[in-house]
């Protein structure tokens, strides 16, 4: 798109790592893995007031795979700015970011960067003295923090029993040099069910143990309804009321061994009572 005034950029190609001119790589949101550490471009708005294409070229075998423009921001610290096109080439490959405006700061540099990943599950009600498996997903390595009532902080499974209600916020690493964070909450309440028990994994291989989930003492509370979900919120059983018979399967096929999420609705003298859990189907 053609500009309707008159405007002068400069450019400066800096053949040197830009944390020793001052842009630390490491000073970086987290969603940007890794900056170019060889080289890295100064771009200069000098006058005008309109936006511009940038594109920067480099050659993959020398220079490395890159997958965004990253651009030094004022917080400090280095943020990606989504580009819009990376276009293989010979020699060159061509990543591009189209109509360009904030140029407060001038250093630019190839970098990878990440979509958020790391998901630590849905919130859930547990009665007090009970335990619960979190079972968060998204990258390789899981930190947990607060440490109160978990088996461990660094795993990806921790059982966790609170006895108050509690957000356990968790941060995920990807390998690639970025991490992310997510959180969950857990609602403790005392139980208003004395016998009533919610299992939260079933083992359906046929040998008779564990095949089908069975909630304790449901029947005594049959105004109920059961419906589970996946990971993505599809869900994949509805029975109203639920009959204790659910072997992990969908239309009559068997659902692949993970970890999915139940939503219980019991009405019990005239209030209903809602119960929300993972369940995990081991194959």
Not at 42 to 64: P, V
Not at 74 to 82: D, H, L, S, T
Not at 169 to 175: A, E, F, R, S
Not at 222 to 228: A, F, G, L, Q
């Amino acid at each position: 798109m053609l500009a309707a005034n008159e405007n002068h950029y400069k450019a400066r190609f800096a053949n040197i790592d830009p944390t020793l001119e001052g842009f630390d790589r490491d000073d970086r949101f987290h969603l940007v893995c890794q900056i170019n550490p060889n080289w890295y471009h100064r771009l200069y708005h000098i006058t005008g007031s309109d936006s511009a294409d940038i594109s920067i070229l480099y050659d993959e075998t020398a220079d490395g795979v890159w997958n965004d423009i990253a651009h030094w921001q004022v917080v400090p610290e280095w943020q990606g700015i989504f580009r819009d096109a990376n276009t293989p080439g010979t020699p060159f490959t061509r990543m591009s970011k189209y109509r360009w405006d904030n140029y407060d700061m001038s250093p630019f540099a190839l970098a990878i960067t990440s979509k958020s990943f790391a998901v630590a599950g849905i919130d859930t009600l547990i009665w007090r003295t009970d335990t619960i498996q979190l079972n968060p997903f998204g990258g390789d390595n899981y930190v947990w923090s607060p440490d109160y009532n978990l088996s461990c902080t660094d795993c990806q499974t921790p059982l966790a029993w609170p006895d108050s209600s509690i957000t356990y916020n968790l941060t995920v690493y990807d390998g690639q040099g970025c991490h992310d964070y997510d959180s969950l909450r857990v609602l403790v309440r005392d139980k208003p069910f004395v016998k009533f028990f919610i299992p939260n994994a079933i083992t359906p291989n046929g040998d008779g143990y564990n095949d089908r989930w069975y909630i304790r003492d449901l029947e005594r509370y049959p105004d109920n309804e059961v419906r589970i979900v996946n990971r993505w919120g599809d869900e994949v059983f509805y029975q109203k009321p639920y009959q204790n018979e659910w072997t992990g399967t969908w239309k009559g096929e068997e659902l692949p061994g993970a970890t999915y999420y139940y939503i219980i609705k019991i009405k019990f003298n005239n209030e209903v009572q809602d119960f929300n859990g993972p369940l995990t189907v081991v194959r």
